[in-house]
T-cell receptor, first 109, second 115 residues
């Protein structure tokens, strides 16, 4: 079956770095997405990886290893506004998105 | 501001009642989707539409129906609501459903409580 695993909750300190991991199993693969969702709001797009390696976008970076079925989202210089849930989603060979349950990130001052 | 508008924002209704959640986008996106989000679970696809005039079933379609008469509108109907349909419903759209870089734009969500 198809499956996405990511930690339920993580805690980090303002100004620090945090890495949120995601492992996936899909029938075929057409890319890995990360979305951010603040409490009570809609998910918003953060990143898309389809090739192995690291994609950097400001304070946020996303990494993909297709051979390992693994991705991570790296957040640097954490700010209080980064407190949110981070959703990992993999696209299968039929272009269907398989979503993880999300990782709730708590930032402490 | 370009985006997706959902209505209502929240609704409480009695079991057995019929309910339609409205979704309108102004980005001229071809594909539209309805998801439900429940605590501890990932987003689950209810129905989707790759283009105006076509619809398809997602992971959890039972008890729901959709229509796509034009590009902009994609209403979701619960014919006879049941308590298990209590959830937050998100409408989303994307330029194409057959593209790897298929970035979704989400509406603000509709919180539905069925008693």
């Amino acid at each position: 079956g198809q499956n996405i695993d990511q930690p339920t909750e993580m805690t980090a300190t303002e100004g620090a770095i945090v890495q949120i991991n995601c492992t996936y199993q899909t029938s075929g693969f057409n890319g890995l997405f990360w979305y951010q969702q603040h409490a009570g709001e809609a998910p918003t797009f953060l990143s898309y990886n389809v090739l192995d390696g690291l994609e950097e976008k400001g304070r946020f970076s996303s990494f993909l290893s297709r051979s390992k079925g693994y991705s991570y989202l790296l957040l640097k210089e954490l700010q209080m506004k980064d407190s949110a849930s981070y959703l990992c989603a993999a696209m299968d060979s039929n272009y269907q998105l398989i979503w993880g349950a999300g990782t709730k990130l708590i930032i402490k001052p | 501001i370009a985006g997706i508008t959902q209505a209502p924002t929240s609704q409480i209704l009695a079991a057995g009642r019929r309910m339609t959640l409205r979704c309108t986008q102004d980005m001229r996106h071809n594909a539209m989707y309805w998801y439900r989000q429940d605590l501890g679970l990932g987003l689950r696809l209810i129905h989707y539409s790759n283009t105006a005039g076509t619809t398809g079933k997602g992971e959890v379609p039972d008890g729901y129906s959709v229509s796509r008469a034009n590009t902009d509108d994609f209403p979701l109907t619960l014919a006879s609501a049941v308590p298990s349909q209590t959830s937050v419903y998100f409408c989303a759209s994307s330029e194409s459903s057959r593209s790897g870089a298929n970035v979704l734009t989400f509406g603000a969500g509709s919180r539905l409580t069925v008693l």
